[in-house]
């Protein structure tokens, strides 16, 4: 099989097909494209249904896409915010091509961009690019920039994952990102029912893969791409999160560059608050620029 040239990146058509999951009708005359947060196993964009009734009602139609299904080994968080960046990016579609039928809302940019957690830091990368410009961005505990604290946190969760396993691993991060009232989950975090006859199917894989995910966050910044954004930017958050917290968030100058705390909630607000962050939605959707 023939490779690409050392440091040549693939064209566009030939990048895999992310995982995803579609919302609302098919012809909704507006489109959202949310990223997912670090998964241990893809969920079917269930983290994302019980807030997505908003955009579902004002018109849109919702890509729910797995964050980690574009990831290659070696891939830091800059190269994966250019792969996505390419695959998200509008283009004239190849009609009659298998790219095209993966691809059905090649043609137009996104109306709204949502990103969760490590989605979030992605979608925030992404915001140099002009074709970003024209959408309303909504961050659910997106961090903007990564300090010694929160590298330390992901890390040691990671290294879990690595040297105990996954139920380990996900122990230590519901620790951190479930809300204060919120029992502990005894399950994956965010993960679809593994495979009952064998119930240890696939669980090496996953925890490799939440290890990667997390560490991709290391010493993240997209501050200087989130000041310059011109358009509505609204970062979401749990007032008492013990991992994602506000000193690791950023709005530019503007005034529709706005931070939203919702109370007695964690890393999942829209989790632990779905109904406080399904109004916040409504009023960001619904808001006109001044």
Request: glycine share 8%.
């Amino acid at each position: 099989m023939t490779r690409p040239a050392p440091g040549a990146e693939p064209t566009h058509d030939a990048a895999p097909v992310p995982a995803r999951a579609v919302l609302g009708r098919p012809d909704a005359p507006r489109h959202a494209v949310v990223l997912a947060p670090v998964l241990a196993r893809w969920d079917g964009g269930a983290f994302f249904r019980p807030i997505a009734g908003p955009l579902l009602d004002s018109g849109h139609r919702v890509t729910v896409h797995d964050t980690l299904s574009l990831l290659r080994d070696g891939d830091d968080l800059k190269s994966l915010v250019h792969r996505w960046a390419r695959y998200l990016a509008p283009r004239e579609r190849l009609r009659g091509t298998t790219a095209d039928a993966h691809r059905p809302e090649r043609d137009e940019a996104p109306d709204v961009l949502v990103g969760n957690a490590l989605g979030g830091a992605v979608v925030q990368g992404m915001l140099t690019e002009p074709w970003t410009h024209r959408a309303k961005v909504l961050l659910l505990s997106g961090p903007t920039v990564a300090d010694h604290a929160l590298n330390t946190a992901l890390e040691r969760i990671a290294a879990s994952a690595e040297t105990e396993g996954l139920p380990a691993a996900t122990r230590l991060l519901e620790e951190v990102v479930r809300g204060p009232e919120g029992p502990a989950r005894t399950a994956d975090p965010g993960s679809g029912p593994p495979d009952a006859s064998r119930p240890d199917a696939g669980e090496p894989a996953a925890a490799r893969r939440l290890a990667a995910g997390l560490r991709l966050l290391r010493d993240a910044d997209a501050r200087h791409a989130v000041r310059d954004f011109p358009g509505p930017l609204l970062h979401v958050y749990g007032a008492q999160s013990r991992l994602v917290r506000r000193t690791h968030l950023a709005t530019g100058p503007l005034p529709h560059h706005r931070l939203v705390a919702v109370a007695r909630a964690g890393m999942r607000p829209h989790a632990d608050r779905p109904d406080l962050v399904r109004h916040t939605l409504t009023r960001f959707l619904g808001a006109e620029l001044t």
